[in-house]
């Protein structure tokens, strides 16, 4: 079979005029880039259609270096869903330009569930991440030059400061670095970093907007530091929101594109699960919502990560009601979680297989916990078996959970249908079921004691002194409102990345505690997570390439 560029470098797209015409949009309300990309104005947005629509999550297993595919598979589930007759569109994030040259390659699915142009998607896309990036290191230098002033200097105590610069690439080397240095002149020194953009706070803060006023509110709510007096500053005292806003006017503006089968998709925000909430921007789903009759859309990594973000800060800051929930699985990882090296995945192993429905049962519990009964995708894999295949579903069945095989990335929608159908049935079933897991009421050591113990199965919460104190603060900086995002491996339940399956008995530690004010939570972070990651051993960059008439290769 074609490789992923190669199947959407032969797509025959269709003018993104004509995707429009789909979604009732006429072509004076687009805001073109070329003939297949268009930005949506957000006066499409329309509250009393949201109401009637279907919202269905895509969320999966813990991921494995085998991959899951909850990307392809929301693609397919969309082109299948059309292809019965049910008006939808996919929502899907950005891609990271880190991703893309580092190791997990980029992030607009494969095979024949893909969105179009793929190269495009892929890498600067229509500019929205590096509007991210300048918006946030603008801040930067604000905060560097207030500290510098002699007149209007705040008084901000430059130990305080753990606002970062950020760029969109993987680069170690720039995690921790000193600044001001070469006398005077050039700034007070100290010490700081890089963060890669999909961590910026201001990329959370796009994705939980609801409009430009409100962005631009959240922006001056950035948490800066504190002064020498203990006075917490934030980016409004810099009189920063303002010049933020601007460079995010247009990025506020959700992306329309298209699948191979020529369906609407819209692309907006990158936030990862591990480190932020992980889900495309409440406007963008809106805006689907507002235009389809059911939307597909995905939350990074698993169940306790992607998802939990999904409905208890997404879902309450939008006022979204989800209608049901898909959870992508694999044979390859879940005999991976049952103890099969990778090398060996594609040998038939129904012990380990059997042994990896731990960590399956533990994603549909988490989806229970929201009153969802979700539908199991078995994303196919040529070396599954028949065997497998079989016990996989009876496992299923025998937990009163409906299970479909999905070969969407072999044959797009059609080998989608099945998923499909057995998705509208759930959505039938549950058109108001949707409850959070706790109340931005709540106190914070409620808040992530809930989710640590119901998400992750620990046993409990233990926090370390600092992180103690920066709730403490937080407390008293009168935010206690805020909903709550914790940073962990993607590679666990737990908060250790080898402890593979369904770990039990652990205790979640808690770091440290980040405001995230203007993007509307507090990120506890448990064990060791890195904002900034960096390049493997052989990047993806050095199987990219472009000829002398512009045609690109080695993207997938």
């Not at 700034?187 to 962005?215: H, Q, W, Y």
């Amino acid at each position: 079979m074609k490789s992923d560029i190669e199947i959407a470098q032969s797509a025959n797209m269709k003018p993104i005029v004509d995707i429009a015409k789909q979604l009732n949009i006429s072509e004076d309300d687009l805001e073109l880039y070329g003939k297949y990309k268009a930005k949506l104005p957000l006066k499409l947005i329309d509250e009393e259609k949201i109401k009637k629509a279907k919202l269905i999550l895509v969320t999966a297993i813990t991921p494995t270096p085998a991959g899951e595919g909850k990307t392809t598979t929301s693609i397919g589930l969309t082109q299948a869903l059309n292809k019965i007759g049910k008006k939808t569109t996919v929502v899907l994030r950005e891609p990271s330009l880190g991703p893309v040259f580092g190791i997990k390659g980029g992030a607009a699915g494969g095979g024949m569930s893909q969105v179009i142009p793929m190269e495009d998607i892929n890498l600067h896309f229509t500019g929205d991440l590096a509007a991210v990036e300048k918006a946030h290191n603008l801040l930067s230098a604000l905060i560097d030059n207030n500290i510098q002033l002699k007149e209007g200097n705040l008084g901000i105590d430059p130990r305080t400061v753990e606002w970062k610069r950020v760029m969109d690439m993987n680069e170690r080397s720039l995690r921790d670095i000193v600044i001001g240095l070469g006398g005077p002149k050039q700034g007070v020194p100290r010490e700081t970093g890089f963060n890669i953009t999909a961590a910026s706070e201001v990329m959370a803060t796009l994705c939980v907007a609801k409009d430009l006023k409100d962005l631009k509110e959240r922006l001056g709510n950035i948490f800066v530091g504190y002064t020498y007096e203990g006075k917490a500053i934030f980016a409004r005292d810099l009189k920063a929101e303002g010049a933020m806003a601007v460079l995010l006017k247009d990025a506020i503006k959700p992306n329309l594109v298209q699948t191979l089968e020529g369906n609407p998709a819209i692309i907006h925000g990158g936030p990862f699960a591990n480190i932020a909430q992980g889900t495309n921007t409440i406007i963008a789903t809106k805006m689907g919502l507002s235009m389809s009759d059911y939307v597909v859309t995905e939350a990074g990594f698993a169940s306790e990560l992607g998802a939990e973000k999904f409905f208890n800060i997404k879902s309450q800051f939008g006022k979204l009601m989800p209608n049901a929930v898909v959870i992508v699985a694999t044979i390859r990882a879940l005999k991976y979680h049952g103890g099969v090296k990778l090398a060996d995945l594609q040998n038939e192993n129904l012990h380990a297989l059997e042994k990896g429905f731990e960590n399956l049962d533990k994603h549909i519990e988490n989806m229970q916990h929201y009153n969802f009964k979700p539908v199991v995708a078995i994303n196919k894999f040529t070396s599954d078996t028949e065997a497998e295949i079989e016990l996989l579903k009876k496992h299923c069945e025998a937990k009163g959970i409906s299970v479909a095989l999905n070969d969407a990335w072999a044959q797009g929608g059609e080998g989608a249908i099945k998923l499909a159908e057995k998705v509208v049935e759930s959505v039938t079933e549950c058109s108001t079921c949707f409850k959070p897991l706790y109340g931005l009421d709540w106190a914070f050591e409620d808040k992530i004691e809930t989710i640590a113990t119901k998400m992750y199965g620990a046993r409990d919460v233990e926090y370390s002194v600092k992180a103690k104190n920066q709730l403490k603060k937080i407390n008293e900086l009168g935010l206690s409102n805020l909903a709550v995002c914790i940073a962990k491996t993607q590679k666990s339940l737990s908060d250790d990345m080898h402890k593979k399956g369904r770990p039990e008995n652990f205790t979640i530690k808690i770091r440290e505690i980040e405001l995230s004010s203007g993007a509307g939570f507090i990120v506890p972070i448990a064990g060791t997570i890195m904002r900034m990651p960096g390049l493997p051993s052989k990047p993806s960059a050095e199987k990219i390439d472009i000829d002398e008439n512009g045609n690109i290769t080695g993207l997938f």
